[in-house]
């Protein structure tokens, strides 16, 4: 996990354990403040008042289509895209100057997009009619048309009723400013924008050949906004710049303008006060669903639509609401990942691709992997972590991108809660509900986190986790430390003696005591909640294709050495909750996995309400059956990374 250091002049990173500049966030360096000539001059569709339509020209049922507006002399302040007639359109990104859609049937469509520019009094009406001629043949469809900042990442996938495993698939580019570092990945793309002088549009190519020769293709619009991005701002000196198409959930919320200036922009470089941004819990502290998303800043509308729907439905909701007290904003964006708090904002930044429900919210997601997945790959172990519920995982649901499957209620909220339990540990961990009325209005979360420090402090000078060898492990897995070469050498055996004796819920939280408090918060309310169960296990790589346990446990926090500690970050983080030592004495004891198994065939380790620390026979274990696809979805987790990314700006 990278820390932020707040320096006099700039801002520079360090994980726990090591240090760094600006230079070495972990992260890979954003793409040069340079432009790039075109690979080819990209035709507008139409003209009008000094905008510029670009988008497909043939277009036919079933096809994925974009279109994308560009000012030819001006800054487009804000855009809103309507559809005025044919077949219902599902345009999930109608603010943003691109948008990409399925054509459903073929017929007549109209869109209206009004525009207004910086400065101007009122908007810029244009529509624009096509036609989707009948099908013939089934087409390749690019997912999806989006607009990016300048020297921002993107990513595209391609969907084909080809076999695309067996056909050949070429991407290239076809017309607009040359991108950066394109890198063809199968059925994906990835690639950085250069910087530009105005807004700019990019047309990307895929074409898939069957091995009979049949020929599907689809071209992708992307367009590039020039925008201001200060090089000591709190993003872009983390190597990120992120994007310009947020808006808050609610449009008359009281925030609206403090929370678009204060929490997420390529030019935020100071941390606002609680006069202009408070914490939840300084302005009430029974929030309702509608004060959370009054502080909701999203890219895309559906994203806080699923967020109230959580709210509102979940079993955690309730904890949610109190929870989010301790945090001014809630960022949702299809281009955070990972998920992290910081408190040089006091929000939480929460990655779209656990809120999605339909596939075509899913397109309009960043599928650029986290930067982190590389780390630690010259290990001879891996510890691995899931949720189960009921012997089964939790999340239960398989959903590979290209069978374009709908989400259950019950995936999302498992995939929500955990990430929002753990993420908002952070928060409260910083600010918790004992501090809320006593910050000045003119001070600031940066500043009181420097002059009060943390419960996670407290926590590590009370109960210190003792193993130097897994802190040193954790910071090459999580961190990006280089392996030395007696790392190099431990396999699931060797850890035993590591881990299994210390007080730690998991691996992760031995990179730093920040998310030591939040997982040992997170697993608690996990079981406590929603009766979901934590497993982790050591793991040999080498020679192992089976994933054999060396050692494992499910329920580890509710282990009699690691329970103080759990009170501890509960009671500080949720006093809503009561008592939790007769909680935890009504939880299950837990339970060690089979070592003589695979971490799949360890799934079912007996009844959920067991008393005592044992583990199945092989037998029973043996008649748990996992299909090909399912093993090779499930065998992502074996990475064992945590999706949360911790921020935090030194003393």
Known sequence: MKYFFLLPVTMVLTACGGSGSSENTGRDPLPPPVTTPDVAELEALTSQSGLSLYGDSSITSFDSVGFAITADNAEIASISWTQVSGPSLQILSNRSQTIGFDVPQAGDYMLRASVTLEGANAPITMEHSFTAAESVQANANVRLDHSVVERGSVSLRVNSSLDLEQSTISWEQIAGPEVLDFTPQEDDLFFDVP???????????????????????????????????????????????????????????????????????????????????????????????????DRTLVSHEWMGERFKQYLESSAAGPDMLNLLRGVTAVVISYDVRPSFYWVATGAIYLDADNFWVT??????????????????????????????????????????????GMRTFEDLEADISWLMYHELGHANDFFPPNTWNTFSQSSDPLTEFRQNGTNSDI?????????????????????????????????GDDLIPFFEPDISPAFYSYLNE????????????????????????????EDNPNFIVSWGQRDRFNHADIQARVRFAVENVLPEVGDVEAIQASLPAPVLMNSSLSWFDNLVLGQSNSNSVSALSSSTQNNIEVSDQIREFREQELQGLHQDEFKLPSQ
Request: hydrophobic residues 35%.
């Open 459 to 491: 926590l590590d000078r009370s109960f210190p986790l003792r193993s130097d060898e897994m802190h040193a492990l954790a910071d090459v897995r999580f961190a990006g430390v280089d392996a030395n070469d007696v790392q190099k050498t431990y396999n």
């Open 195 to 293: 910087e530009v002088d105005r807004d700019r549009v990019v047309q990307i190519r895929v074409t898939v050949t069957s091995p009979s020769g049949q020929v599907q293709s689809d071209d992708s619009f992307i367009t590039i906004d020039n925008t201001v991005i200060n090089e000591n701002g709190y993003f872009p000196d983390n190597q990120q710049v992120v994007s310009t198409d947020m808006f808050v959930f609610n449009d008359d919320s009281p925030f609206k303008n403090a929370v678009e200036d204060c929490v997420y922009n390529n030019v935020l470089d100071r941390t606002c006060t609680f006069e202009t941004l408070p914490l939840i819990g300084q302005t009430t502290s029974t929030p309702t669903i509608e004060d959370i998303l």
């Open 514 to 541: 920040r998310e030591d408090f939040a997982t040992l918060f997170e697993r608690f309310m996990m079981k406590y909640r929603l009766d979901a169960s934590a497993d982790v296990a050591l793991i040999t790589r």
């Open 359 to 404: 596939p075509n919210e899913r397109d309009t997601l960043n599928e650029a992997p986290d930067f982190r997945a590389n780390f630690g790959n010259d290990l001879n172990f891996i510890i691995p972590w899931r949720y189960v519920k009921n012997n089964e995982y939790y999340p239960a649901g398989i959903y590979p991108s290209e069978q374009r």
